[in-house]
């Protein structure tokens, strides 16, 4: 079975740093580009890294440039991101998703259940 | 970036009719479309990707259409398990990969 497993949410206040992880299971995960999207109430669904699967290409979203970084490790079949300088308006869940592709089209498929991120003083 | 503006933003519809939700956007994605279902509780999973082509898995009754810049979900013969919130997602022009504002179905 094809799984992703986030973890490493939870409550930190503003100005502060947390770093999320994504354990995949069920797939040979090098072979995959990974992304982290997150949901908050004021946004919907917003993308917010990617990486590919060798981690010559990594992208942000502009809200984040500069202070979140997207990492992973093959051998362990993990994916991370690091959040620093956190904001309230960074407060959401935070999904890990894989890159699947198809005659050139991408999409995300599976997600992990998600891990809560609470920016509050 | 390319905008993706989902409409309605809402809809309450009976079980058995058949529902259509237009994702419009702000230039052409091709057909690097994606569709997404979303239940309270739970992430966000796959239903149609490149447009029109249903994910394995997927009921039959959920379909996908069109190309450039405008798109549609139709759902037929709607159950209350399709009670969600759905997604549209384009991946044509990276980064960033954007995502509408989602639309909530409701069964009567």
């Known amino acids: 079975d094809v799984q992703l497993e986030e973890s490493g949410g939870g409550l930190v206040k503003p100005g502060g740093s947390l770093r999320l992880s994504c354990a995949a299971s069920?797939?040979?995960?090098?072979?995959?580009?990974m992304n982290w999207v997150r949901q908050t109430p004021g946004k919907g669904l917003e993308w917010v890294s990617s990486?590919?699967?060798?981690?010559?290409?990594?992208y942000y979203a502009d809200s984040v440039k500069g202070r979140f970084t997207i990492s992973r490790d093959n051998n362990n079949n993990s994916l991370f991101l690091h959040m620093n300088n956190l904001r309230l308006d960074d407060t959401g869940i935070y999904y890990c998703?894989?890159?699947?592709?198809?005659?050139?089209?991408?999409?995300?498929?599976?997600w992990g259940q998600g891990t809560l991120v609470t920016v509050s003083s | 970036d390319i905008q993706m503006t989902q409409s309605p933003s809402s809809l309450s519809v009976s079980v058995g009719d058949r529902v259509t939700i237009t994702c419009r956007a702000s230039?052409?994605?091709?057909?690097?479309l994606n569709w997404y279902q979303q239940k309270p509780g739970k992430a966000p999973k796959v239903l149609i990707s490149?447009?029109?082509n249903l994910q394995s898995g997927v009921p039959s009754r959920f379909s996908g259409s069109g190309s450039g810049t405008d798109f549609t979900l139709t759902i037929s013969n709607l159950q209350p398990e399709d009670s969600a919130t759905y997604y549209c997602?384009?991946?044509?022009?990276?980064?960033?990969?954007?995502f509408g504002q989602g639309t909530r179905l409701e069964i009567k």
């Open positions: 998703a894989r890159l699947s592709l198809a005659r050139g089209v991408s999409w995300f498929d599976p």
């Open positions: 069920g797939f040979i995960f090098s072979n995959y580009g």
């Open positions: 990486i590919s699967s060798g981690r010559s290409y990594i």
């Open positions: 230039q052409t994605v091709s057909n690097y």
């Open positions: 490149a447009a029109s």
């Open positions: 997602q384009q991946t044509y022009s990276t980064p960033p990969i954007t």
